[in-house]
């Protein structure tokens, strides 16, 4: 939560900077321990009248997310957001996202690989998570149930076809597993996109066409406007 949060994303970069000048990245503070020092830090500066300029804007929603969550989490049966109407469990629960992933050849490996990788999974609860009682601040958190992505190979199950479509395994041996620690299943809502899954006719017990959701709110820009006339008589005012 801390750290995928757009609220703390200055500070996030600012953390980052610090851990790679310090020459010591394994043994660097995590991202929680890094902020509450950083606050007293900040709080002993002020206190003795010093400029705090150096560092990030520190506002009380930042304050709040670095105290930690409440232990009482509510669950919403559906959601709007950005002209998107998310619900669990549903035909078009269906989500995407690019999210940063480091992988390695095995387990032996040292060299971590890390890049951009498309995952593809469905909703099945929106949680609402509350940071402080009295100023109702609130952070909403997709639980989502992922498919398996490998991009390339005989176990391949993400094809790109030559038309441009994406083509993903979805049969019932393609989900990731269900433990929380391994699968990671919580995400932010800005941080996917609603999709549908259309069985694919050759085999549609195992395939399935992704279909990006596009919000009425959104326009396609780029395109001549069209004109077509109904009827066979055409006024000439109105061409």
Not at 69 to 86: E, I, K, N, Y
Not at 98 to 119: A, E, G, K, L
Not at 192 to 206: K, R, S, T
Request: proline letters at 5%; charged letters at 25%.
């Amino acid at each position: 939560m801390l750290n995928n949060s757009n609220v703390m994303e200055e500070w996030r970069n600012f953390y980052e900077n610090a851990k790679s000048m310090s020459g010591r990245s394994r043994i660097f503070p995590t991202f929680h321990k890094y902020m509450k020092e950083k606050l007293v830090e900040v709080d002993q500066l002020l206190a003795q009248g010093e400029s705090i300029t150096c560092f990030p804007e520190i506002t009380d929603d930042v304050r709040t997310m670095v105290h930690g969550p409440l232990r009482d989490v509510t669950t919403r049966s559906a959601m709007w957001t950005q002209g998107r109407h998310f619900r669990g469990r549903t035909f078009d629960c269906g989500v995407q996202g690019q999210f940063i992933q480091d992988s390695r050849s095995s387990r032996h490996d040292r060299n971590i690989v890390r890049d951009i990788v498309p995952h593809y999974g469905k909703l099945e609860e929106i949680l609402v998570v509350s940071y402080d009682a009295h100023s109702k601040f609130e952070e909403y958190v997709f639980k989502c149930k992922w498919f398996k992505v490998n991009l390339a190979g005989a176990n391949c199950t993400v094809v790109q076809d030559e038309c441009g479509h994406t083509r993903l395994k979805t049969s019932a041996t393609s989900y990731q597993p269900s433990h929380w620690q391994t699968s990671e299943p919580f995400t932010f809502p800005s941080h996917v996109e609603q999709c549908f899954y259309l069985p694919y006719p050759p085999n549609p017990e195992e395939w399935s066409l992704v279909v990006t959701y596009v919000p009425r709110s959104c326009s396609i820009l780029g395109e001549k406007p069209k004109v077509v006339f109904t009827t066979s008589e055409v006024d000439d005012d109105h061409v």
